[in-house]
Structures are given as structure tokens and as C-alpha cells.
């Protein structure tokens, strides 16, 4: 089916752009009220998150042409184009990309104040829903869900796993309260916490040659094979800076989880940077190697985080207010064994 977002129907003329002088009243310049459905914003929403009207209507469970349609319709009521066709995928204009992030502002809210209704009404029971980058869900949230739980017997958990493009997109959609992951994105939409520091470790086999040596230099880790996370990793987006800041150019395997990567590098397949809490097992028990860098690796930090945007729910609060007390520090530290240098506080 062809792609007609922004083209009229035949028999009617084209909305003209709207400008912000064309009207003015008596408190200055507005817009006139704009006539938009939630159809069309889920559709408009569907189509950025999958680039296909067809994977839209599915994901939607709708037919093709009404998707188009809501799309089109959307893009005359606002009086610019929202997407484009890119040879055969399709992707937001400018126009889009910008108002992207408010439909999705308009869809989630309205969705947490459905839940907050019923909540309120006794009709549901509370439920806070957590999304929380792979390293982090593994070794850092199962720790602070068991002492959250303990203290909040009340409130409902769901954990959502995933990368770090995977985690910010829920959150920036209010498809999950709260995140548990790495530095969050640039703006002023997510809120929250630093949990502590999310040291690295460069890691290798037991048996490496480099592993015994005090100082390595990254130059002479031009030949080795680099075991990789998935594209939208945040693990692998260190390691590329590292690689780039150097001018090194390896080998690359891509692995799909931390385990992979262990277990690849434990039989001398590659090295990695890896989160020093992913691997501290296995390097205390010598099953894995580490080469020490002759110099230091930059400082990241684990975050607690919230939507920024639109009231902060009981459950979302009391989960903020714990990750950032001495209990949750406590838990953290008896999990790993090595307190956290914390670096609390709201932003």
C-alpha cells in the first residue's frame, strides 16, 4: 500500500501551515484548539516505533489504510508532514521527530491516570513497574527489590529487562515508572538518583600473558578479538569510546548477553570492558583474568530514575525516596560485598 501522509483526498484542499500569529486574543498570541484523537496518536506513535504502516496496523490490530489515514489526518490537523518515506522504510520528519515525544507524553499519561483511577477506587491493585538495563537487573535491582518489598508488602513488582535503548524508550513512552540503569539520557524528562558507581574491568582468560603484567598500554591491545553486546547496549557503547579514543580498530564479535561474553573471554576467545559487578565472581575464584590498564578508565554511575513529566505517583515516590536512603545502600552493599559510593540526590 503506497504511503500518502500529508496528501489531501481528492476533493479537498490542503489545510494551510498554522502560524502562531493567526490568531491573537486578549491575553496575546495562541493557536486555535487543535482536533486530535487518541487513534491518532497511537497510530502516529506505532508507525515511529516500527517504520512500517504494515507492522503498525499489526502491533495495533488494525487494518492498514486506517492507519495511514490517522497518520494523514494527524499531520492536516497540526499542519505539517510527521513522516516520510525513506526508500522503502518511513520515518518522522523533523515535524515528527519534534512532536513525538509530547504524543507520547499525551498516550502514557493518560494511560498512569487510568491506573491511578483505579487504584484510587480500590479497583486495582498498586503496582510499580520497573525496567532496568541487563547488568543491573542481574546484580543491582534483585537486592534493592527484595528490601523495597519487605518494606512496601502492599505494592505490586514488574521487572522489564532489556538494553539501554530498550529501557529509556519505556521510560520516555510511560510504558514503566521507575528505570534502574546508566546515565540517562540528555533533557529534562527523567529524574532521579545515582546509586552509586558502575566501575569497569578490562576482562580476559585466566591464563592471559597480559593478565600477570602491572600496566598495559591499549595500543598493545590492537590485535586482540573484542567480545561486544548488542547495538543499543550501554556496555557497548563504552567500549566503543574506549576503542575510538584510542584509535583501535579489532576484531568484533557481537554476543547477545554478559554471560556470552564471560564465557567467551574464559576461553581466550577475546577481552572486554565489562561492569566490575557482572565479573567479580568469576575473577575472585580465578575463573577470568583482568589486565590492568596503565591508565584510568572514565567514572559512570548506576541511576534510579522517574518520568520528569506529569505527577509522581505514591508507589513511584516511595520507591525514589527508598533507592535513595541508607537501607537501600545497605542492601546493595551486603549483595556485592563492596559498599557503593553514593552520590544521592534529586535531578
Not at 18 to 37: E, M, N
Not at 173 to 184: C, K, N, T
Not at 218 to 232: F, H, I, T, V, Y
Request: no cysteine; aromatic share 4%; charged share 20%.
Amino acid at each position: 500500500m503506497g504511503w500518502s501522509v500529508g496528501e489531501p483526498r481528492r476533493g479537498t484542499r490542503r489545510r494551510k501551515p498554522r502560524r502562531l500569529s493567526d490568531i491573537r486574543g486578549a491575553g496575546g498570541v495562541y493557536l486555535s484548539p487543535l482536533s486530535i484523537t487518541l487513534t491518532q496518536l497511537r497510530s502516529f506513535l506505532a508507525v515511529v516505533r516500527t517504520g512500517s504502516v504494515t507492522a503498525a496496523a499489526e502491533e495495533l490490530v488494525v487494518t492498514q489504510p486506517s492507519v495511514s489515514a490517522a497518520v494523514s489526518s494527524l499531520g492536516r490537523e497540526l499542519g505539517a508532514e510527521l513522516m516520510e518515506r525513506v526508500g522503502r522504510s518511513i520515518r518522522p520528519t523533523p515535524a515528527g521527530e519534534a512532536f513525538a515525544p509530547y504524543a507520547a507524553d499525551v498516550i502514557g499519561l493518560l494511560e498512569q491516570g487510568e491506573r491511578a483511577a483505579l487504584e484510587a477506587g480500590e479497583l486495582a491493585a498498586r503496582e510499580l513497574r520497573i525496567v532496568a538495563v541487563t547488568t543491573a537487573a542481574e546484580y543491582l535491582v534483585p537486592p534493592l527489590l527484595h528490601a523495597f518489598g519487605a518494606q512496601h508488602p502492599d505494592i505490586g513488582l514488574t521487572l522489564d529487562v532489556g538494553n539501554r535503548e530498550h529501557v529509556f524508550g519505556r521510560m520516555l513512552a510511560h510504558r514503566a515508572d521507575v528505570a534502574v540503569g546508566g546515565r540517562p539520557p540528555d533533557g529534562d524528562r527523567l529524574a532521579g538518583h545515582a546509586l552509586g558507581e558502575n566501575r569497569f574491568a578490562l576482562i580476559t582468560s585466566a591464563d592471559d600473558p597480559l593478565a600477570e603484567r602491572r600496566s598495559v598500554r591499549p595500543a598493545e591491545l590492537a590485535e586482540r578479538s573484542w567480545l561486544q553486546r548488542e547495538q543499543g547496549s550501554g556496555t557497548r557503547a563504552f567500549n566503543e569510546r574506549f576503542l575510538a579514543s584510542h584509535e583501535l580498530r579489532p576484531r568484533v564479535l557481537t554476543l547477545g548477553s554478559n554471560g556470552a561474553i564471560k564465557q567467551a573471554a574464559r576461553a581466550g576467545i577475546g577481552v572486554s570492558l565489562q561492569s566490575r559487578v557482572a565479573v567479580e565472581l568469576e575473577l575472585s575464584s580465578g575463573l577470568l583474568g583482568s589486565i590492568t590498564l596503565g591508565e584510568r578508565l572514565p567514572t559512570r554511575h548506576w541511576y534510579a530514575l522517574r518520568s520528569a513529566v506529569g505527577p509522581v505517583s505514591a508507589a513511584v515516590a516511595a520507591f525514589m525516596t527508598f533507592v535513595g536512603s541508607e537501607d537501600a545502600q545497605r542492601a546493595l552493599a551486603a549483595w556485592t560485598m563492596s559498599p557503593m559510593s553514593s552520590t544521592a540526590g534529586d535531578r
